[in-house]
């Protein structure tokens, strides 16, 4: 089924592209991630420009955060005062990316950028979790308990004035700290296309010290509000939105976020933080080699 992509400028595989908009779906319901890190890439290894495939997948993003927020809802998942403050930073940080973005595009490097930000942040992260995640699995089956954290949230976020009562995550810290975090995340959003799940869920964890039954619907929280001003920003700003492109992938997304959200409440926290390293480290290996070698075509597409 080839479907014509107007800004994209080229046909695609309909029914492809709706099984990553499920896979995407599935990744935001299982881990709290929106799953624009690894529909962004898996876009470009398709065939579509990078700046075409990072603005069309933070909408794409919006309409499975929406269903995954929805399913955590229902359990108690979702610490709204948290949420509300990395909304927040989010949206600042959203238009610092918007900014940086009509720069780097200006400047002909958006593209090379991305393919960067992708490996450096998908390697790094995910040999984090990988490592973490090993420990925990060893800890388990040797029955010897690994030792416990002396602080639940980063030495940083403890020196942070004007505290707060986060009462549904179980901190009382500075509101900076969250508020910092949405930023950054906001600016990722932007160049990236991602939702910023696979950056905020570890740092929700470690960084802020916050509960682990609310940190995935937290971070959908936070996903569905600044994906909706990063598209809002792309549409206004570098009109990269293909929305026959988003509308494919949001179809798929929708009933794969809910099929996720049921799988991860049955499914090994710890196993379930490996599986997802893995998959971050395989993207980021097939990124850096796509850096490395020349390409069949040398071309990109502007966006009109």
């Not at 937290?218 to 293909?242: E, G, P």
């Amino acid at each position: 089924m080839d479907v014509y992509l107007p800004i994209a400028n080229l046909s695609v595989n309909g029914l492809i592209i709706v099984g990553l908009g499920a896979l995407t779906g599935l990744l935001s319901g299982m881990f709290g991630v929106g799953g624009g890190f690894l529909t962004t890439p898996l876009m470009i290894f398709y065939g579509i420009p990078p700046t075409v495939a990072a603005a069309s997948a933070a909408s794409q993003v919006t309409g499975a955060s929406v269903s995954g927020v929805f399913a955590h809802t229902r359990r108690g998942g979702v610490d709204y005062q948290m949420g509300a403050v990395m909304v927040a930073g989010g949206i600042v940080g959203t238009g610092l990316g918007a900014l940086l973005f009509n720069l780097l595009e200006q400047l002909g490097q958006i593209d090379t950028v991305i393919n960067i930000l992708y490996v450096a942040l998908l390697g790094s992260i995910g040999g984090l979790m990988a490592r973490e995640s090993i420990q925990s699995i060893r800890a388990e089956r040797s029955g010897i308990p690994l030792p416990a954290r002396k602080r639940r949230h980063h030495p940083m976020v403890a020196s942070l004035p004007m505290r707060w009562r986060f009462y549904r995550s179980g901190l009382y810290i500075s509101p900076l700290a969250p508020l910092i975090l949405g930023m950054a995340t906001g600016v990722l959003t932007m160049l990236m296309g991602i939702g910023g799940g696979f950056i905020l869920v570890p740092a929700m964890l470690y960084i802020l010290g916050m509960s682990a039954n609310v940190v995935v619907g937290t971070s959908l929280f936070q996903i569905l509000f600044v994906t909706m001003a990063t598209t809002m920003m792309h549409a206004l700003t570098t009109r990269a939105v293909d929305i026959v492109l988003a509308s494919l992938l949001l179809l798929g997304s929708v009933t794969g976020a809910q099929v996720g959200a049921q799988f991860a409440q049955k499914a090994s926290p710890v196993k379930l933080r490996l599986i997802l390293a893995v998959i971050v480290l395989l993207v980021a290996g097939r990124m850096a080699l796509g850096l490395g070698y020349r390409p069949d075509e040398i071309y990109t597409v502007a966006p009109l």
